[in-house]
Structure formats: C-alpha cells, structure tokens
C-alpha cells in the first residue's frame, strides 16, 4: 500500500530531550516535507526537501532540524525540544511539487 | 494580508444542498493550486488540483482564476459525509515544495 509512515504517534516528552519524530514513504517521490498544526494557525511548512541532499526552510523552522540523505526517509529532529513545540506533526511526500501531497498520518508531541 | 485567505465557516447547509468555497492567494507567481479536505484530528487529503481550465471530479468543481487570484470549490448534492474542514492549498513558489495552507472553511451538512 503506498503510504507515508510517521513514527510516533503520540509522545509525551520533557522540554530539553532531543527527539527524533521519523517519517518514511513508499512511493519513491522526490519531495517531502514536515508540517506543524495548531489550533488557530492552520497548518505551517517547517521543512521541505525536493531530492536527496537538498534542503530548505519552511515557514516555521527554528528549532528543528531535518535530513536528506536517502529519498524515502525525511526524519525531523528537534535538538531541544520546548513546550511551545507541543503541536501536531505531519509528513508527507510528493513527485513533484506541482503535484499534491500525501500526508502521514500525524505525530502528537507534547512537550512538558 | 494572509498570503492564502479563506472564509473560515462554519458553513451549516442541509443535505442536498450547493455550497461554495472561495480562497484568494497573495503571491501571483504561485502555479500549483490544490483542494484538500480535513476531518477532526486527522491528515489532510487531497481532494482536487485546481487547473486554469477548471476541474470536476463528480459533485466537486474547482476553478482558478489566476487574474484575480482565488480559488473555488463547488460542492453538489451535499451528503452528510461531506462534513469536514477544506483547505485551499498554494504552491508559493513557482513549483517547488513549498506549500501554503489556508485557515480551512469548515462545512457541516445536516440531516
């Protein structure tokens, strides 16, 4: 089944514990990206990748971290984590970027 | 100005019923126009791309007009199944991959 895999779904963590929230798909598409949502902002870019080794910046990137370095994984590290991260997470991946995207199906960090 | 701007809702309509949703863009060099429909705590999916010549897929109609810069979503014969948020999505950026969302115009159809 052609999906986006993000993992975790749900963590609970203590502010200043790196994490890693991973994400993986498995239809060989060349862009990936993380997004944030938060009541009353909407959903906002953080990180976006159109190939292997190439990234860039979002909208709302300070704080996170992301890598590139094989096509099907686009993992997001948050070095320090802070409670004003505690959001909902999306990945998703696309062939191109004139084409839509598709969404995993959300990691729920909180962070205390 | 929100760079992607829609009309929040809620939008209560009975069952059966047209509905519209419109969304206006800021950045006139963006290319790639998409619809995708939210339900409560879940991922986005994407219902439609949205071409200048206008799309339909069953009940749903998107259209583009880039002169003014919005967006439409046409919904017919509403089912109660069709309640959830949509959201107008802009590529900003000619075509690379950086995505923005609008607010979400959120729809409930009732019995």
């Known amino acids: 089944e052609a999906q986006v895999t993000q993992n975790p779904r749900y963590l609970i963590t203590v502010t200043g514990k790196k994490l890693t929230v991973t994400c993986s798909q498995n239809?060989?598409?060349?862009?990936m990206s993380w997004y944030r949502q938060d009541p009353g902002l909407g959903l906002r870019q953080i990180y976006y990748?159109?190939?292997?080794?190439?990234?860039d910046k979002g909208d709302v990137p300070e704080g996170y971290k992301v890598s590139r370095k094989e096509k099907r994984n686009f993992p997001l590290i948050l070095e320090s984590p802070s409670p004003n991260q505690t959001s909902l997470y999306f990945c998703?991946?696309?062939?191109?970027?004139?084409?839509?995207?598709?969404f995993g199906s959300g990691t729920r960090l909180t962070v205390v | 100005r929100k760079e992607v701007e829609q009309d929040p809702g809620p939008f209560n309509v009975p069952e059966g019923a047209t509905v519209a949703f419109n969304c206006t863009y800021s950045?006139?060099?963006?290319?790639?126009f998409f619809w995708y429909r939210q339900d409560c705590r879940k991922e986005p999916k994407l219902l439609m791309s949205?071409?200048?010549s206008g799309n339909e897929d069953g009940r749903f109609t998107a259209q583009l007009n880039r002169a003014s810069q919005y967006i439409s979503l046409l919904i017919r014969d509403s089912k109660l199944s069709d309640s959830a948020t949509y959201l107008c999505?802009?590529?900003?950026?000619?075509?690379?991959?950086?995505?923005?969302f609008g607010q979400g115009t959120t729809l409930q159809v009732k019995p």
């Open positions: 998703a991946s696309s062939p191109q970027g004139r084409f839509g995207y598709t």
């Open positions: 239809m060989n598409h060349e862009y």
């Open positions: 990748s159109m190939n292997v080794e190439v990234t």
């Open positions: 950045n006139s060099a963006s290319q790639s």
């Open positions: 949205v071409y200048s």
């Open positions: 999505v802009v590529n900003d950026i000619g075509n690379t991959g950086k995505l923005i």
